[in-house]
């Protein structure tokens, strides 16, 4: 059964650091794209950073380059994003999720975790 799970979310100032974990598990975890996204409350999931899990290729959203970090480790199967001066507008839900191919589109994913909170005060 595949199953990503998300982990590292919690309450920050702005300013802050955060790292968000998602675990992987039922699927062979290379040769995919694996993504971050986040959702606030009354607006539409947007996708902040992408992976290709074979050769490490990073991809951002313009609002988080120079403050976000996607990487691997592929022995663990593990996603994680290391979020630096994070701003109040970076609150969200964060979802892991996983695709064939390379898109910024969140119907072209087709797993996903259950999120992870953070919250950034002013």
């Known amino acids: 059964q595949v199953q990503l799970v998300e982990s590292g979310g919690g309450s920050v100032q702005a300013g802050g650091s955060l790292r968000l974990s998602c675990a992987a598990s039922?699927?062979?975890?290379?040769?995919?794209?694996m993504a971050w996204f986040r959702q606030a409350p009354g607006k539409e999931r947007e996708w902040v950073a992408s992976?290709?899990?074979?050769?490490?290729?990073?991809y951002y959203t313009d609002s988080v380059k120079g403050r976000f970090t996607i990487t691997q480790d592929k022995a663990k199967k593990t996603l994680y994003l290391q979020m630096n001066s994070l701003k109040p507008e970076d609150t969200a839900m964060y979802y892991c999720?996983?695709?064939?191919?390379?898109?910024?589109?969140?119907?072209?994913?087709?797993?996903w975790g259950q999120g992870t909170q953070v919250t950034v005060s002013s």
């Open positions: 999720a996983t695709a064939l191919r390379y898109s910024t589109e969140a119907d072209e994913y087709n797993r």
């Open positions: 992976i290709y899990t074979g050769a490490g290729t990073a």
């Open positions: 039922g699927y062979t975890y290379s040769w995919y794209y």
